[in-house]
């Protein structure tokens, strides 16, 4: 994740609005700001961190400012335990992602030895075969 972020790149991604504010809405303390810089990271790129160093301090600062809590709260913001892998459900959920199942996994592992007709797996991808 980039460090360094523009004011106006600021407010065109990190900026909490319509249902994210129904999201966060319920937060208290540590996780009004924790939430909200999950759910808008996952929103820019489709993933969640897994140390808080990855979060840049400008974005902690700018969705402090919005949930009206001061920046120095999302240090008190575990990314283990209960709490946030909660938090890291309602996200996949609102975002319309699931978890993997055994089905998904089965599915997949199979898939490459189903060749498609007229296709062959080569070191740089899918080829048609001539």
């Known amino acids: 994740m980039r460090q ?3 004011s106006g790149e600021l407010v065109d991604l990190w900026t909490l609005a ?7 809405g319920n937060k208290s303390g540590a996780t009004r700001p924790g939430f909200g810089l999950l759910l808008k990271l996952f929103e820019i ?3 969640l961190p897994a140390y808080p160093e990855e ?4 974005a902690v600062d700018y969705v402090a400012s919005q949930v009206r809590v001061e ?3 999302f240090a008190k913001y575990s990314l283990t335990g209960r709490t946030v892998e909660y938090h890291h459900s309602q996200i996949r959920q609102a975002m319309g992602f699931r ?4 089905a ?5 592992t199979g ?4 060749e498609p007709a007229g296709w062959s797996w080569t070191a740089s991808g899918w080829r048609r075969r001539c």
């Not at 998904?104 to 997949?108: C, G, I, P």
């Not at 898939?111 to 189903?114: G, K, L, R, V, Y």
Request: hydrophobic residues 25%; proline residues 9%.
């Open 4 to 6: 360094s972020w523009t």
């Open 18 to 24: 319509g249902e994210d504010w129904r999201l966060v």
């Open 45 to 47: 790129e489709a993933r």
């Open 55 to 58: 979060i840049p301090q400008q």
């Open 71 to 73: 920046p120095t709260e």
């Open 99 to 102: 978890s993997t199942t055994e």
């Open 104 to 108: 998904d996994e089965q599915r997949w």
């Open 111 to 114: 898939w490459p030895a189903e």
